[in-house]
């Protein structure tokens, strides 16, 4: 039975010898999603434990590296620099809207606070007409 160095040494050799066998069929690509070097469809292949790409530090290195050296050339985002320039603007401008519709609802909603104010102390007065009415209505009644 090999011990764990020896089983980590073996796996590191084996993915360095699939690293060279995929550069030189140049198939790299394949393995790579948002620009990631897809580990555990690369451990399946390789007939070893997902985790030995964090576990192991030279697979863990390696791996960093064509992370950057084949992530780089299949970027997560193909955008242009012009695609990403025209959403920036789409962006920008869908801010200012929303700042201006803001700004005219806040001016709205104090319009309507004001006007709320308004009425309840024109409800005020009415309630105070209302009750000095019953009551010249209650002192007069004998009157009539």
């Known amino acids: 039975m090999s011990s764990g160095r020896q089983l980590g040494r073996e796996n590191f050799a084996r993915f360095v010898a699939w690293v060279s066998e995929r550069e030189a069929r140049g198939d790299h690509a394949d393995y790579i999603r948002r620009g990631k070097l897809i580990r555990e469809e690369v451990a ?7 985790r030995s790409f964090g576990q192991n530090p030279a697979i863990k290195q390696l791996v960093e590296e ?9 970027p ?14 789409r962006a920008n401008s869908r801010v200012k809207r929303t700042e201006a519709s803001n700004s005219k609802l806040l001016q ?37």
């Open 44 to 50: 399946t292949e390789l007939g070893f434990n997902r």
């Open 66 to 74: 064509l992370d950057v050296r084949w992530g780089s050339q299949h």
């Open 108 to 144: 709205r909603i104090i319009s309507l606070e004001e006007e709320n104010r308004q009425l309840r102390r024109e409800l005020e007065e009415v309630k105070q007409f209302r009750s000095a009415r019953d009551a010249f209505l209650e002192t007069t009644k004998d009157f009539r």
């Open 76 to 89: 997560a985002s193909s955008k242009s620099l012009a695609e990403e320039s025209s959403a920036r603007e």
